[in-house]
Nanobody, 121 residues
């Protein structure tokens, strides 16, 4: 069984910081792209940031310069450092990973359960 376990969400004041973590575990052969998406009430899920195994990153325009995504390949873990948080960053944040499982040779898409981030005074 493969799962993505997220941690680090919570309530923070505007201008504050939070760090999200997501660890992949199970019968994994290789983790390719890892990333974070978010979904606010009444809105579609959107990409926040993603990082490929070689380290290249992509960010949504709305978080560029405030958020930093990184990964520890040895731990199959991805992080999202969120600084200068704004109320509009409030959402459920979902970890996402494209992984090849042991005994298989194609990418599969996995999602975490989501963690709530609320930015409010």
């Amino acid at each position: 069984q493969v799962q993505l376990v997220e941690s680090g969400g919570g309530l923070v004041q505007p201008g504050g910081s939070l760090r999200l973590s997501c660890a992949a575990s199970g019968s994994i052969f290789r983790v390719n792209t890892m990333g974070w998406y978010r979904q606010a009430p009444g809105k579609q899920r959107e990409l926040v940031a993603r990082v490929i195994s070689g380290g290249s990153t992509v960010y949504a325009d709305s978080v560029q310069g405030r958020f930093t995504i990184s990964r520890d390949n040895a731990k199959n873990t991805v992080y999202l450092q969120m600084n200068s948080l704004k109320p509009e960053d409030s959402a459920v944040y979902y970890c996402n990973a494209l992984m090849v499982l042991r005994g298989q040779d194609w990418d599969r898409n996995f999602w975490g359960q989501g963690t709530q981030v609320t930015v409010s005074s």
